[in-house]
C-alpha cells in the first residue's frame, strides 16, 4: 500500500460518495474462474459483499472475451453467473447481479457479431462493452464500430482514459464520440494508480462532459482498496454528479 499512499498524499478528500446513488457497476470480473479476476466461489463472495458495502445495488459483471487467451462463450458466462447467483441466495447477499462481457477486439470478435452470439445489457439498449489492445490502436476500429451499430447494437467503450496512443490525440477520442460510442471510464483512474497521464485524460473526460458510464473494472481486493480511494476524490464526484449516467438508468 505504500505506493498507494504515495499517490494519495497530496489529493484533497472529500467525504465518500454514497455509491448508492450510482446504482449500477457496469464493469467487474466476479465470475470464478474464467478469467484474471475472481478465481473462487469465495473471493467473488467476498468482492460482492464489498461492492454491497458500497452502497451498489447491482452489479453487470463483464467477464474478458478474448480470442487467444479468454475463450468465454455465452454459455460458460451465464453457467457462472448461476452459480454466483446461488451462492449469493445461500449467503444472505442483498445485490443483484447479471453478466455480460467484456470484448476484446480483435478478429474473434468480429466474428461474434456476425454470428449475434454477443453478451449485452440494458435490454432494449443492446450495449455491447469492447476494450481495445493497450499497445497499439487497432486497425480496424471504425469498421467493427460500424459493424456493431449497423448491427442494432449500442458500442461502449471500457476504460478509453487508459488507452496510451491517445493520451496526446484528442482528437481520436472526439472521432469515437462521433461515431456514437459511449464511453466508460475505470474508478481507479481517478486515484492516478494506472498513472499521471490515465488521471488527467480522466478529468479531462469529465471537464467535457464525455463520461457516459463509470465502472470499477474490479477483478480483486486491491481494486476494492482503489474504490475506497476514489470515492473521496473531488473529480469522482464530479463525474457521479453527472444526471445523464448510464449506471443510474440501467
Not at 90 to 112: C, K, M, P, R, V
Not at 172 to 179: L, P, T
Amino acid at each position: 500500500m505504500g505506493f498507494l499512499k504515495k499517490i494519495f498524499k497530496k489529493e484533497e478528500k472529500l467525504p465518500p460518495y454514497d455509491l448508492s446513488l450510482l446504482n449500477v457497476d457496469v464493469h467487474s470480473h466476479f465470475i470464478p474462474g474464467i478469467d484474471d479476476g475472481a478465481q473462487t466461489i469465495e473471493e467473488s463472495l467476498d468482492l460482492l459483499r464489498k461492492m454491497q458495502g458500497f452502497g451498489y445495488k447491482k452489479l453487470i459483471t463483464t467477464p474478458h472475451v478474448m480470442e487467444d487467451y479468454y475463450k468465454n462463450t455465452p454459455e460458460i458466462i451465464l453457467g457462472g453467473l448461476e452459480k454466483v447467483k446461488k451462492a449469493i441466495e445461500e449467503n444472505g447477499l442483498n445485490i443483484e447481479i447479471e453478466a455480460s462481457a467484456e470484448y476484446n477486439l480483435d478478429t474473434g470478435f468480429e466474428e461474434i457479431i456476425k454470428e449475434n452470439k454477443l453478451l449485452t445489457f440494458g435490454g432494449d439498449k443492446k450495449y455491447v462493452l469492447f476494450e481495445l489492445s493497450f499497445y497499439n490502436e487497432p486497425k480496424r476500429l471504425k469498421e467493427v464500430i460500424w459493424e456493431l451499430s449497423t448491427s442494432g447494437f449500442q458500442p461502449i467503450l471500457a476504460h478509453v482514459e487508459r488507452y496510451p496512443y491517445w493520451h496526446k490525440k484528442w482528437d481520436k477520442i472526439e472521432d469515437i464520440v462521433n461515431r456514437d460510442v459511449k464511453l466508460q471510464v475505470n474508478i481507479g483512474s481517478f486515484t492516478g494508480v494506472y498513472g499521471l497521464e490515465v488521471k488527467n485524460t480522466a478529468h479531462r473526460l469529465v471537464d467535457e462532459g464525455l463520461v457516459d458510464l463509470i465502472g470499477s473494472d474490479c477483478h480483486n481486493l486491491r481494486h476494492i482498496d482503489m474504490i475506497k480511494e476514489a470515492i473521496c476524490l473531488p473529480y469522482f464526484h464530479k463525474a457521479c454528479g453527472n444526471p445523464n449516467l448510464i449506471n443510474k438508468q440501467l
